[in-house]
């Protein structure tokens, strides 16, 4: 059974960091397309960052420079280190598995098949 659990978000004040992390069992994290999202209050779901197989990685404009996608085979598990935040960056975070390596699925809400409950970061001084 796949499963996905995100951790690490929390209370931070502007221009802090966070790491989250997103634990995966039932497949294995390091030779699959992973996805971050996230929900900010009153909104809908936003595209944060994919890593393809290969481990190449994306990012909305939003966070680029800021945001860094990785992840941990002996660990079987996906990371987004977040830098420089900003209020604007307070959401419900989630990780999703693609149900491709194409990016354009990476990208859509549509395009994940299996999702975690999320982590809440909130940016605030």
């Known amino acids: 059974e796949v499963q996905l659990v995100e951790s690490g978000g929390g209370l931070v004040q502007p221009g802090g960091s966070l790491r989250l992390s997103c634990r995966a069992s039932g497949f294995t994290a390091i030779s699959a397309a992973m996805s971050w999202f996230r929900q900010a209050p009153g909104k809908g779901l936003e595209w944060v960052s994919s890593?393809?197989?290969?481990?190449?990685?994306f990012y909305a404009d939003s966070v680029k420079g800021r945001f860094t996608i990785s992840r941990d085979g002996a660990k079987n598990t996906l990371y987004l280190q977040l830098n420089s935040l900003k209020t604007e960056d307070t959401a419900m975070y989630y990780c999703a598995k693609p149900k491709s390596n194409v990016l354009g699925d990476m990208k859509k809400t549509d395009g994940m098949d299996y999702w975690g409950e999320g982590t809440l970061v909130t940016v605030s001084s």
């Open positions: 890593i393809s197989r290969g481990g190449n990685t």
